[in-house]
């Protein structure tokens, strides 16, 4: 199955995390998914009026979304996909998502857009799902959290808090060789840059089975 994107939107609509996997479905996504959730009709008589039901399709996009801590966590996608296999994705992301936070917030998801952009990077590539385990995803991992101050933060239950007292596992234990980052600058600042980058091959072939036109078609964002 292809996920074509997966955002996160605050209480009020705001667009805190935004990915496009595939190009395939409108920039606007967020803008339709929020309206219809805030102002649900009881389209076909999946639910009530103004109780949105976590799956439904509007212009031709399929929308799953779950809601943590009011925050709205949405993929999309323009094909027929299997509910409970999109269900399933979305919840083991958010759970990778606070297992590194410790907390899921709006400011907490703000302060590290560039963990989560990290994380989304790596468990979804091309729309595919790859992978999705919090100590197997550590080794691949280089930015840190900025912790957000709040007495509600369960910061001993935490993804960090475990990494602290150092419990996990020793087979995602990085070498030292490997403990710092590649991009870290000699003032401890890192400057980063993610880019997607999207290759699309196309070859013809005659019936002998000889190349007739080949070209290759970079796009990057």
Same mark, same amino acid.
């Given at each position: 199955?292809? /996920?074509?994107? /997966?955002?996160?939107?605050?209480? +009020?609509?705001?667009?805190?995390?935004?990915?496009?996997?595939?190009?395939?479905?409108?920039?606007?996504?967020?803008?339709?998914?929020?309206?219809?959730?805030?102002?649900?009709?009881?389209?076909?008589?999946?639910?009530?009026?103004?109780?949105?039901?976590?799956?439904?399709?509007?212009?031709?996009?399929?929308?799953?979304?779950?809601?943590?801590?009011?925050?709205?966590?949405?993929?999309?996608?323009?094909?027929?996909?299997?509910?409970?296999?999109?269900?399933?994705?979305?919840?083991?992301?958010?759970?990778?998502?606070?297992?590194?936070?410790?907390?899921?917030?709006?400011?907490?998801?703000?302060?590290?857009?560039?963990?989560?952009?990290?994380?989304?990077?790596?468990?979804?590539?091309?729309?595919?799902?790859?992978?999705?385990? !919090?100590?197997?995803?550590?080794?691949? /991992?280089?930015?840190?959290?900025?912790?957000?101050?709040?007495?509600? !933060?369960?910061?001993? %239950?935490?993804?960090?808090?475990?990494?602290?007292?150092?419990?996990?596992?020793?087979?995602?234990?990085?070498?030292?060789? !490997? *403990?710092?980052?590649?991009?870290? *600058?000699?003032?401890?600042?890192?400057?980063?840059?993610?880019?997607?980058?999207?290759? +699309?091959?196309? /070859?013809?072939?005659? %019936? *002998?089975?000889?190349?007739?036109?080949?070209?290759? !078609?970079?796009?990057?964002?």
């Amino acid at each position: 199955m292809f /996920i074509s994107q /997966i955002f996160i939107l605050s209480p +009020r609509g705001d667009k805190l995390i935004f990915k496009d996997y595939r190009q395939d479905a409108p920039r606007n996504t967020d803008e339709i998914f929020f309206r219809k959730y805030k102002f649900w009709d009881g389209a076909q008589g999946h639910a009530p009026e103004g109780d949105c039901p976590p799956f439904f399709m509007e212009k031709h996009v399929n929308f799953c979304y779950v809601k943590r801590r009011e925050l709205l966590f949405v993929c999309t996608s323009v094909v027929n996909v299997s509910p409970s296999l999109t269900l399933e994705i979305l919840l083991r992301i958010i759970k990778v998502i606070k297992d590194y936070l410790g907390v899921l917030s709006e400011e907490g998801i703000r302060r590290n857009f560039t963990l989560v952009y990290e994380l989304l990077d790596e468990m979804i590539d091309v729309g595919v799902s790859q992978e999705l385990n !919090t100590e197997n995803l550590r080794p691949y /991992i280089f930015n840190e959290v900025v912790r957000v101050s709040s007495s509600e !933060t369960p910061t001993g %239950s935490s993804f960090l808090g475990r990494l602290r007292r150092g419990e996990f596992l020793d087979k995602t234990r990085r070498g030292d060789a !490997t *403990a710092n980052s590649i991009l870290q *600058a000699s003032s401890d600042r890192k400057n980063e840059i993610f880019i997607d980058i999207l290759e +699309r091959l196309n /070859i013809v072939f005659n %019936s *002998a089975g000889q190349v007739v036109m080949s070209d290759v !078609t970079v796009l990057s964002y």
